[in-house]
């Protein structure tokens, strides 16, 4: 029936493709280096966030920041693709916030986390901090791929989006510290087993850390409070 | 403090990406085209559906095909990175369903649903149906650039992920014709506002038809299957 539909990309723009993502990986991997040297010149340490759109980032953030905001000292630089809404959100917990927009990217690199945290800087009296989350944009596919010099990777999924995520995402899974499953206390309204995400994901990285977190109601909170605590201590 | 972090991409690298970026995208426009002219002569009108991975599109098919897929010959695309999940799920309700996995990229492109059309048309006897789905990998960001063939794409926001979410991801609302928010039957228990979403969707895009939907529930289920009926007729 289609003997005319044989549109294939030519090898030539096969072995470009390749050749450019090499070389843009590479330059990233460099300036993610050196942003992990510059967090730690700050004082910090950097967690990047990576998970779906609407999975309960800037909430956890928000109420991360209701418990501890005024006993370390915390920046938050937020990706997205456009509007500065999620940075209004953190601004009003009275931290320093920067709002990366990446302008149609599907992911933060480490270029553009750079100058984020110099404009973080800016916003201290010292440029000190004992930690920075770095929010990535919405996206289970796209950050996997850009360390942005962080020190600690976690991927959220939230109990709507359902426990077959980390098998249907696995590179996601693959470079990740922790696996959190947000907003637990919606567990009896969906069809999500807790057991299966785990099992999946611990599959996918045996040295995953696990937690579940439902923030509004303060589930698993005093663990997730607790972690960020040994975590900034033992830096 | 950082006056050694200037890593940045070479302009060489950068027009090179420009460049390999365009002429993927002229290649995927020209498969797009004849994949239309394939699906019309299989007799079927074709629908992508967009949305960040868990807003409930294979739900959505599942309960679509209990309501008419015995009194239409309808097809089902599966768009994964990895896993036979999907299409496992769809398989149950007695249609032909084909899974593509792009083994990474977070979107399908025209050229790999293409294959997905030929190996469709093997699962029915005269190679004719009247409805194509293409359910695309879970990202409300890739897809959005990359035309299938197809005659409508529905981007779809569930009620979990918040009302933010059209104002946040402009581009993949800008090529749509439908927005539909799901999980309607869960509104009571999210701060989600439909006016809000409503609003901020026509304001990307004047011409969205918007529906609003709870599969399980069968909320709005009637207006969605009446608009498929219409859809099918009018072809």
Not at 25 to 43: S, V
Not at 161 to 189: Q, R, V
Request: charged share 25%; net charge negative; proline share 4%.
């Amino acid at each position: 029936m289609c003997d005319t539909c044989g549109c294939h990309i030519s090898d030539d723009t096969s072995s470009k493709i390749v050749e450019v993502h090499q070389s843009l990986l590479a330059a990233n991997q460099e300036q993610a280096d050196k942003n992990r040297e510059h967090i730690e010149a700050m004082g910090a340490v950097a967690i990047n966030l990576i998970s779906s759109p609407g999975s309960g980032k800037t909430t956890l953030l928000e109420h991360t920041l209701d418990r501890i905001g005024r006993n370390m000292r915390i920046g938050v630089i937020e990706g997205d693709i456009e509007t500065e809404r999620d940075a209004d959100r953190i601004r009003k917990k009275g931290v320093p916030v920067v709002q990366l927009t990446t302008g149609g990217a599907c992911h933060l690199d480490a270029p553009l986390v750079h100058k984020g945290l110099h404009a973080l800087e800016h916003q201290s009296e010292d440029g000190k901090f004992d930690l920075v989350f770095i929010e990535n944009v919405g996206n289970l596919v796209c950050p996997a791929t850009f360390d942005l010099g962080e020190h600690e990777r976690i991927i959220l999924v939230s109990v709507p989006e359902g426990s077959d995520k980390p098998a249907k995402y696995p590179t996601t899974f693959h470079g990740a510290n922790t696996f959190m499953i947000t907003k637990t206390d919606l567990l009896s309204y969906f069809d999500f087993s807790v057991e299966e995400a785990k099992n999946e994901a611990l599959r996918l990285n045996p040295d995953l850390r696990i937690m579940e977190v439902g923030a509004p109601a303060g589930l698993g909170m005093d663990q997730w409070i607790s972690y960020l605590e040994e975590l900034v201590a033992a830096h």
